[in-house]
T-cell receptor
Framework: EPEVTQTPSHQVTQMGQEVILRCVPI?????FYWYRQILGQKVEFLVS????????KSEIFDDQFSVERPDGSNFTLKIRSTKLEDSAMYFC?????????????FGAGSRLTVL | QKEVEQNSGPLSVPEGAIASLNCTYS??????FFWYRQYSGKSPELIMF????GDKEDGRFTAQLNKASQYVSLLIRDSQPSDSATYLC??????????FGAGTRLFVKA
């Protein structure tokens, strides 16, 4: 079964450092997403990406965050100058289409711990 | 502010019983509705989706949608201990953003 792959599974970083989280979406999917889940809280939308550009972003996704599709397979989330409150599980997701039901397939997540 | 509300639980049911999970949403323009299951420390996985009023059945799971009441529910028949997880209701208004509820924890007692 096709799956979304995320690396690293866990990253520990110092406050103020830059972090890059990587994702390989399902190959025939066209829409890519980043969500985050702070421990014990709800899954929150960060950003969607389609046709090599951001299609929608939330108020959480400020100038500290950026996304990129550097090649034909990887999709990355960069967090500049990490803060303690960035500690969370970050989920990459992809979907085949947004027409009809936009079914998200999630990766296993990257747990970010900011010290 | 578009919201998806769920009772946090825990909802505890005996093995073999029917578990009923409920969700309300605030945006009347919402078009598709999802139930995801999330085991502790894992990512959400899709159980089923629905976008028409009424019931949709898939094995032991039935999703029910009432757009007039802005209400979605999930019934799990013959609940098993392996169904113990957090169930996330999610709503999409037709664009790129899917909004998740905080989830209902379900505990199925053997």
């Amino acid at each position: 079964e096709p799956e979304v792959t995320q690396t690293p599974s866990h990253q520990v970083t110092q406050m103020g450092q830059e972090v890059i989280l990587r994702c390989v979406p399902i190959s025939n999917h066209l829409y890519f997403y980043w969500y985050r889940q702070i421990l014990g809280q709800k899954v929150e939308f960060l950003v969607s990406f389609y046709n090599n550009e951001i299609s929608e972003k939330s108020e959480i996704f400020d100038d500290q965050f950026s996304v990129e599709r550097p090649d034909g397979s990887n999709f990355t989330l960069k967090i500049r100058s990490t803060k303690l409150e960035d500690s969370a599980m970050y989920f990459c997701a992809s979907s085949e289409s947004t027409r009809g039901a936009n079914v998200l397939t999630f990766g296993a997540g990257s747990r970010l711990t900011v010290l | 502010q578009k919201e998806v509300e769920q009772n946090s639980g825990p909802l505890s049911v005996p093995e073999g019983a029917i578990a009923s999970l409920n969700c309300t949403y605030s945006d009347r323009g919402s078009q598709s509705f999802f139930w995801y299951r999330q085991y502790s420390g894992k990512s959400p996985e899709l159980i089923m989706f629905i976008y028409s009023n009424g019931d949709k059945e898939d094995g032991r799971f039935t999703a029910q949608l009432n757009k007039a009441s802005q209400y979605v529910s999930l019934l799990i028949r013959d609940s098993q201990p392996s169904d113990s997880a957090t169930y996330l209701c999610a709503v999409n208004t037709g664009g790129f953003k899917t909004i998740f509820g905080a989830g209902t924890r379900l505990f199925v007692k053997a």
